[in-house]
């Protein structure tokens, strides 16, 4: 309750000085991803959209939304002990980020900063989490953003993967 208050406060200030800078815009576009952690071996990739809405504070600072939609791939695996073999296929996980995105510009066109919120568990089983996801990214042009990122889902496990997106200014 406390992040959801201040998150609103933030959004507030943030509409109140839109009328000073003007850097408010929408990006979207995709990424594509390694797992990493325990889950490395039951899950290979993952390939997702991004969504980001963002209201620019001042020359140095954006803030917003962020949302999107993921799956990572399951694996088929083998576990064999003595003459027995079991195979399983894991099922792809799936899920919906809900986050606050702040951006941070250093220097024209180099930014870094992250979204903060909670991932909505899409197929069964699943129950989503917190949700955070620290990035850094290069605007390539007035309108193509290349950025490295690293999603993280908490609950009692963690779920995490490397990214590698392009997100599109319009």
Do not use: C, H
Request: charged residues 15%; hydrophobic residues 45%; negative net charge.
């Amino acid at each position: 309750m406390k992040f959801l208050s201040i998150f609103i406060v933030l959004v507030l200030i943030s509409i109140s000085l839109n009328a000073q800078v003007d850097r408010t815009n929408f990006r979207a576009g995709v990424n594509a991803g390694l797992v990493q952690g325990d889950f490395s071996d039951a899950y290979s990739f993952s390939l997702g959209i991004d969504i980001v809405y963002v209201w620019g504070l001042s020359r140095e600072l954006d803030l917003g939304f962020a949302t999107g939609f993921n799956n990572a791939f399951g694996e088929e695996q083998s576990f064999s002990n003595g003459g027995l073999t079991v195979t399983t296929e894991f099922d792809n996980i799936q899920y919906i980020p809900a986050a606050a995105a702040l951006r941070i510009y250093p220097t024209y066109g180099f930014k870094f900063g992250g979204d903060v919120g909670y991932a909505v568990g899409v197929n069964a089983g699943n129950e989503g989490g917190l949700y955070y996801k620290p990035m850094v990214g290069v605007d390539m042009n007035g309108t193509t953003e290349i950025g490295i990122s690293y999603a993280v889902i908490s609950d009692d496990v963690t779920f995490s993967m490397v990214q590698l997106g392009v997100l599109f200014l319009f």
